[in-house]
Nanobody
Framework: QVQFVESGGGLVQPGGSLKLSCAAS????????LAWYRQGPGKPRELVAR???????LYADSVADRFTISRDNAENSLYLRMNSLKPEDTAVYYC??????????????WGQGTQVTVSS
């Protein structure tokens, strides 16, 4: 069974930093596109950042100068470094992956989410 599990969320004061991680497990043969999404209270889920297998990154305008997405292809892991956090960054953050498994199937996967709360 393929799983993507996030970690690293928590409570942080405005201006603080957090680093989220997402670890993949299971019969994965290749991970193409990895992304972080978030869903704030009463808001739709939105793309935060995404990164290709070659390392090309794209960011939402609201986080472009504060967040950094990265991946470790050897470890099938995804990261999100978040600096200068604001209360409006409060949300559940989800790992998303477009991946292939050893049986040959390719599909979209979601993690269970990790809560990030920015508050004084």
């Amino acid at each position: 069974q393929v799983q993507f599990v996030e970690s690293g969320g928590g409570l942080v004061q405005p201006g603080g930093s957090l680093k989220l991680s997402c670890a993949a497990s299971g019969s994965i043969s290749d991970i193409y596109l990895l992304a972080w999404y978030r869903q704030g209270p009463g808001k739709p889920r939105e793309l935060v950042a995404r990164i290709t297998s070659g390392g090309s990154a794209l960011y939402a305008d609201s986080v472009a100068d504060r967040f950094t997405i990265s991946r470790d292809n050897a470890e099938n892991s995804l990261y999100l470094r978040m600096n200068s956090l604001k209360p409006e960054d409060t949300a559940v953050y989800y790992c998303n992956a477009f991946a292939a498994v050893t049986t040959g199937n390719t599909r979209n996967y979601w993690g269970q989410g990790t809560q990030v709360t920015v508050s004084s």
